[in-house]
């Protein structure tokens, strides 16, 4: 069974930078999907970016554009969500998700979330 901790979050400012870390452990990363999914208050939560078990990665949230970056270190067993030029609008609670190999948008496929952590852009 798939553990999923997230970290990483916190306060920045508009344009800033932060990487967020998506620790598995009780499964590898070769037969899991991961997918960053956000939740800002009052909204849906809305997928992000996802890589699949082979390493082929999916942008969900046009918003993100080329900002956001999805890539993991097998070894380490950690996907990372590294995001740029961040904006007042990508505040939220971000969680890492996981399924059996292939990516998916829709949130109700992932059998495995992490706790989340809170993203805060504002200046």
């Known amino acids: 069974q798939l553990q999923l901790v997230e970290s990483g979050g916190g306060l920045v400012q508009p344009g800033g930078s932060l990487r967020l870390s998506c620790a598995a452990s009780?499964?590898?990363?070769?037969?899991?999907?991961i997918a960053w999914f956000r939740q800002a208050p009052g909204k849906e939560r809305e997928g992000v970016l996802c890589?699949?078990?082979?390493?082929?990665?999916?942008k969900y949230a046009v918003s993100v554009k080329d900002r956001f970056n999805i890539f993991r270190d097998i070894a380490k067993n950690i996907v990372y969500l590294q995001m740029s030029g961040l904006k007042f609008e990508d505040t939220a609670v971000y969680f890492c998700?996981?399924?059996?190999?292939?990516?998916?948008?829709?949130?109700?496929?992932?059998?495995?979330w992490g706790q989340g952590t809170q993203v805060t852009v504002s200046s």
């Open positions: 998700a996981g399924k059996f190999r292939s990516c998916s948008s829709v949130p109700g496929s992932y059998t495995y």
């Open positions: 009780g499964d590898t990363l070769d037969y899991n999907a």
């Open positions: 890589i699949s078990s082979s390493g082929d990665t999916t």
